[in-house]
C-alpha cells in the first residue's frame, strides 16, 4: 500500500467516524428533545402517568366512615340517562370510576373505605383533587361524633387549600 492509499484510507476512516459520532449525538439530542416534550404534556396522577386529553376531567373524592354509603351514592350518580360509565376498578379499599357526562366532562370518582386502618391513607387521595365529598351516615347516631372526627383531620389537611366540600347527611 501506498502513502496516499494510506493517507486516504485513514481520510475516510476519520470522516466516518466523525459523521457516526455526530449521527449519534444527533439521535440522542433528538430522543432527550422527545422524551422531555411528553413527559411535559403527562398528567402525574399518583399512581400512573396518563395523556392529557382533549375533554376536561374532574377528580372527585368520595370519603365517608363505613357504612356511610359511598359506593351506592356513587352508583346512583353514574346512572342517569347521559353518563357513560368509561372504567370502574377497586383495588384494596380503593374503587375508582370514571363516568362521561353529556357534555364530554369525564369525572373520576375516587372513594377510599372508611374502616379505621384505611383512613391513615385518605389524605394521600387529596392530591390533585376537584372536589370533596364527605358522607355522613345519618341515621347512625353512634358514629357521628367519630365521623366529625375525621373530617376535622381530612380538613387539616394543606392539600385541600381552596378546594370546595360537600359534606352529605345520607340515608334520610
Not at 24 to 34: E, H, N, Q, R
Request: hydrophobic share 40%; proline share 2%; with cysteine.
Amino acid at each position: 500500500m501506498s502513502v496516499s492509499q494510506s493517507a486516504a484510507q485513514n481520510y475516510w476512516s476519520k470522516a466516518c467516524l466523525v459523521v457516526g459520532g455526530c449521527a449519534v449525538i444527533g439521535l440522542s439530542a433528538y430522543k432527550f428533545f422527545s422524551y422531555y416534550q411528553n413527559r411535559n404534556r403527562l398528567i402525574d396522577e399518583g399512581f400512573e402517568e396518563a395523556p392529557i386529553t382533549d375533554e376536561p376531567v374532574k377528580k372527585i373524592v368520595v370519603l365517608g366512615l363505613k357504612g356511610a354509603g359511598k359506593s351506592t351514592f356513587i352508583s346512583q350518580l353514574s346512572k342517569t340517562a347521559h353518563n357513560k360509565i368509561l372504567r370502574h376498578s377497586k383495588i384494596n379499599g380503593l374503587s375508582v370510576l370514571s363516568v362521561q357526562c353529556k357534555r364530554g366532562i369525564i369525572l373520576n370518582f375516587a372513594e377510599m373505605a372508611g374502616s379505621e386502618s384505611i383512613r391513615i391513607y385518605w389524605s394521600s387521595l387529596l392530591q390533585d383533587t376537584d372536589l370533596l365529598i364527605y358522607l355522613v351516615d345519618s341515621t347512625d347516631e353512634h358514629r357521628l361524633a367519630e365521623s366529625v372526627k375525621e373530617l376535622r383531620i381530612v380538613i387539616a389537611c394543606d392539600k385541600l387549600q381552596n378546594l370546595p366540600i360537600i359534606i352529605l347527611a345520607n340515608k334520610q
